[in-house]
């Protein structure tokens, strides 16, 4: 026996020696990101620029600090909140621009101008009020995606809220993500703890008389929440409400397999799917190394067998982002980032179209896909690594390193782990980040 345990300590030490150098290379130890707690209001000192009202839902356990409002960890039960994000005048359509230093300046950031929590009465009554503006009475639901704090998920959605000009009532759902890298598992089952919650939201919007539609945005490993909550539904309720008309499915980091029993068990008929397909989005290639090599729905080849033929079965439409070009280089946010994607969006949803009823072309950029299929690709989540299984994002380097540097011995403070071979390891994130 002590041999054995000898062996044992001994191939795991070597594993352990092996690991480290290959966390080094993609490390970028001291890389800051934005200020975070920014959702303390501010003055509003800038009355003329665009402001997004939002009603947030969420799973989150609340926070003692104010300008985080919720955390990371779980609650119990369900909390509600509206928020108002001041959006400055002079910004490039697709970021969302944090403030370097607080307090927020609407002047040139997102600011929060309002941030008040709701019982459940209160946010029905929000919802009442929001809706009945609406010209169309409807509601857009969004749900985020990996390692996103309260804060990244708030103002993400103020940015393609404002950015999509879509007229329907934007309701924020926000599950418990630690945004944290290392985490990945933890926030894959937060949105399993979130299922049922989710259903509860979906089950009032549709009995409510006052709203006339439902959209849903979902994104990256949000898809998963957003598939299985209405999958729920559909078989509690023995099929989806016709007032369900449009679920849009932005890089989902969902296993084809399981997508294809959802759908089935979703029943016909069901909303109008659409998938943005991004066939060069390195988040989902290291995702698919991860799930054991089953391809992601959000990169596959939309014209391909066997796809081709079951999303034109299951009458999924297709938008091709494959030669969209954005700033992130992992090719992960298309459908936030690119101003002609998000305005698509926005358009078609405001004109009460689906996004699915014919192709899409935005000149030469936006390749629509020959069947009524696809596949979807954005996220502002990050690079899934394989060992250990973690995502990358630029925001939350700073928590990467900090993780790894505990193992490695590195110091962080400004300094950058090299990568010695980039061409040979194009994609690592030390490698991006030096383009």
């Given at each position: 026996?002590g041999?054995?345990?000898?062996?044992?300590?001994s191939?795991?030490?070597?594993r352990i020696?092996?690991?480290l150098?290959?966390l080094?290379?993609i490390?970028l130890?001291?890389c800051?990101?934005?200020?975070?707690?920014?959702?303390?209001?501010?003055?509003?000192t800038?009355?003329n620029t665009?402001r997004?009202?939002?009603?947030?839902?969420?799973?989150?356990?609340?926070?003692n600090l104010p300008?985080e409002?919720?955390?990371g960890?779980?609650?119990?039960?369900p909390?509600?909140?509206?928020?108002?994000?001041?959006?400055?005048?002079?910004r490039k359509?697709?970021?969302?621009?944090?403030?370097?230093?607080?307090?927020?300046n609407?002047?040139?950031d997102?600011?929060?101008?309002k941030a008040q929590d709701?019982?459940l009465?209160?946010a029905k009554?929000?919802l009442?009020?929001s809706?009945?503006r609406?010209?169309?009475?409807?509601?857009?639901?969004?749900?985020?995606?990996?390692?996103n704090r309260?804060?990244?998920?708030?103002y993400?959605?103020?940015?393609?809220?404002?950015d999509?000009?879509?007229?329907?009532?934007?309701v924020?759902?926000?599950?418990?993500s630690?945004g944290s890298?290392?985490?990945?598992g933890?926030?894959?089952?937060s949105t399993?703890?979130?299922?049922?919650?989710?259903?509860?939201?979906?089950?009032?919007l549709a009995k409510?008389?006052?709203?006339?539609?439902?959209n849903?945005l979902a994104?990256s490993?949000g898809?998963?929440?957003a598939l299985e909550?209405?999958?729920q539904?559909a078989?509690?309720n023995?099929g989806l409400?016709?007032?369900?008309?449009?679920?849009?499915?932005?890089a989902p980091?969902?296993?084809v397999?399981?997508?294809r029993?959802?759908?089935e068990?979703?029943g016909?008929?069901h909303?109008?799917?659409?998938?943005?397909?991004?066939?060069?989005?390195?988040?989902?290639?290291?995702?698919?190394?991860v799930?054991g090599n089953i391809?992601?729905?959000?990169?596959?080849?939309?014209?391909?067998?066997p796809?081709?033929?079951?999303l034109?079965d299951?009458k999924i439409?297709v938008?091709?982002l494959?030669?969209i070009k954005?700033?992130?280089?992992?090719?992960?946010s298309k459908f936030?980032?690119?101003?002609?994607?998000?305005?698509?969006?926005?358009?078609?949803l405001?004109e009460?179209?689906?996004l699915?009823?014919?192709?899409?072309?935005?000149?030469?950029?936006?390749l629509a896909?020959?069947t009524?299929?696809a596949?979807?690709a954005?996220?502002a989540a990050g690079?899934?690594l394989t060992?250990?299984?973690?995502?990358?994002?630029?925001?939350?380097?700073?928590?990467?390193a900090?993780?790894?540097g505990?193992l490695?011995?590195?110091?962080?403070?400004?300094q950058k782990?090299?990568?010695k071979?980039?061409?040979a390891?194009?994609t690592a994130p030390a490698c991006l980040?030096?383009?």
């Amino acid at each position: 026996m002590g041999d054995d345990l000898r062996l044992f300590d001994s191939l795991t030490a070597g594993r352990i020696r092996r690991l480290l150098p290959c966390l080094a290379l993609i490390v970028l130890v001291g890389c800051g990101g934005h200020p975070k707690d920014v959702l303390t209001p501010v003055a509003d000192t800038v009355p003329n620029t665009s402001r997004v009202e939002m009603l947030v839902a969420t799973t989150r356990a609340r926070s003692n600090l104010p300008g985080e409002m919720f955390t990371g960890e779980r609650a119990r039960t369900p909390s509600f909140a509206e928020i108002t994000v001041s959006l400055p005048n002079v910004r490039k359509e697709g970021d969302v621009a944090w403030p370097k230093k607080l307090p927020s300046n609407p002047k040139t950031d997102f600011a929060t101008l309002k941030a008040q929590d709701f019982d459940l009465d209160g946010a029905k009554g929000w919802l009442k009020a929001s809706v009945k503006r609406r010209p169309d009475h409807s509601v857009l639901v969004f749900i985020h995606g990996f390692n996103n704090r309260f804060e990244d998920s708030v103002y993400r959605f103020a940015q393609i809220v404002h950015d999509s000009s879509i007229h329907s009532a934007p309701v924020l759902v926000t599950w418990p993500s630690r945004g944290s890298l290392l985490a990945y598992g933890y926030d894959r089952e937060s949105t399993n703890y979130t299922r049922n919650a989710l259903e509860t939201l979906f089950q009032y919007l549709a009995k409510d008389g006052d709203v006339k539609e439902v959209n849903v945005l979902a994104h990256s490993m949000g898809n998963w929440l957003a598939l299985e909550a209405l999958r729920q539904m559909a078989i509690r309720n023995d099929g989806l409400p016709a007032k369900f008309r449009n679920v849009m499915l932005a890089a989902p980091d969902v296993d084809v397999d399981v997508f294809r029993s959802q759908i089935e068990d979703m029943g016909d008929p069901h909303p109008q799917f659409t998938l943005f397909v991004s066939r060069d989005d390195k988040a989902l290639a290291f995702s698919r190394r991860v799930w054991g090599n089953i391809p992601r729905l959000g990169s596959i080849d939309p014209e391909t067998a066997p796809y081709k033929a079951e999303l034109a079965d299951y009458k999924i439409s297709v938008i091709d982002l494959t030669k969209i070009k954005v700033s992130d280089d992992l090719n992960h946010s298309k459908f936030a980032e690119s101003p002609e994607v998000v305005q698509l969006i926005g358009a078609r949803l405001s004109e009460g179209q689906t996004l699915t009823d014919s192709r899409v072309g935005l000149g030469d950029t936006i390749l629509a896909g020959t069947t009524d299929a696809a596949a979807a690709a954005g996220s502002a989540a990050g690079l899934v690594l394989t060992a250990p299984v973690a995502v990358f994002d630029a925001d939350t380097r700073g928590n990467y390193a900090n993780h790894v540097g505990g193992l490695t011995g590195q110091v962080s403070g400004g300094q950058k782990v090299a990568v010695k071979n980039c061409a040979a390891m194009p994609t690592a994130p030390a490698c991006l980040t030096q383009r």
